[in-house]
T-cell receptor, first 115, second 116 residues
Framework: DVKVTQSSRYLVKRTGEKVFLECVQD?????MFWYRQDPGLGLRLIYF???????EKGDIPEGYSVSREKKERFSLILESASTNQTSMYLC??????????????FGNGTRLTVT | AQKVTQAQTEISVVEKEDVTLDCVYE???????LFWYKQPPSGELVFLIR??????QNEISGRYSWNFQKSTSSFNFTITASQVVDSAVYFCALSGYTGANSKLTFGKGITLSVRP
């Protein structure tokens, strides 16, 4: 079974702090994604990565950056957290060998509160 | 640009009722994929089904069925004889076929509550 693990389930940070959200998958998947989920807005893509050291902006990248130094790990970085970044963050991965449209496998999410 | 519209935001039914969740999509791609995901209260999104644009056959899996109609750009999901365990947020999603177009675009989700 594919496992996508997000390091924290709940996180509380102060405005202006640098925040790292970590995601690890154990199935050697090429693609990894970061979404945020807000009530009434659904899931919105922040960044995604096709493979190691590759990254692409999603629909709402402002205020975020990412790092993918190893295939299994995809980190989301909030350089200077703000209250409007309070949200549920979801990481996902999928294989692409021969098929760009394999289903995404999601982690349990990190609920981040910025005060 | 791709777009997924789930016009229903919240649906409440009594157990054993049938319920249909609507999904309408927009895309300029001729080849694309459609998905449904379920998000139970635990939070983890669970994949339910994937359908490609060439396959308009309806699909049934137990109490779940999906109706794909290209002519109306819809991919609706029906739960027959609903159960309390079906209570969740359901997302419809769309992706193109290759490369950057293959990133998933999600609808806003439908919160389904099934009352005993």
């Amino acid at each position: 079974d594919v496992k996508v693990t997000q390091s924290s389930r709940y996180l509380v940070k102060r405005t202006g702090e640098k925040v790292f959200l970590e995601c690890v998958q154990d199935m050697d998947h090429e693609n990894m994604f970061w979404y945020r989920q807000d009530p009434g807005l659904g899931l919105r893509l922040i960044y995604f990565s096709y493979d190691v050291k590759m990254k692409e902006k999603g629909d709402i990248p402002e205020g975020y950056s990412v790092s993918r130094e190893k295939k299994e790990r995809f980190s989301l970085i909030l350089e200077s957290a703000s209250t409007n970044q309070t949200s549920m963050y979801l990481c996902a991965s999928r294989p692409t060998t021969g098929n760009y449209n394999s289903p995404l496998h999601f982690g349990n999410g990190t609920r981040l509160t910025v005060t | 640009a791709q777009k997924v519209t789930q016009a229903q935001t919240e649906i409440s039914v009594v157990e054993k009722e049938d319920v249909t969740l609507d999904c309408v999509y927009e895309t300029r791609d001729t080849t694309y994929y459609l998905f449904w995901y379920k998000q139970p209260p635990s939070g983890e999104l669970v994949f339910l089904i994937r359908r490609n644009s060439f396959d308009e056959q309806n699909e049934i899996s137990g109490r779940y069925s999906w109706n794909f109609q290209k002519s109306t750009s819809s991919f609706n999901f029906t739960i027959t004889a609903s159960q309390v365990v079906d209570s969740a947020v359901y997302f419809c999603a769309l992706s193109g076929y290759t490369g950057a177009n293959s990133k998933l675009t999600f609808g806003k989700g439908i919160t389904l509550s099934v009352r005993p």
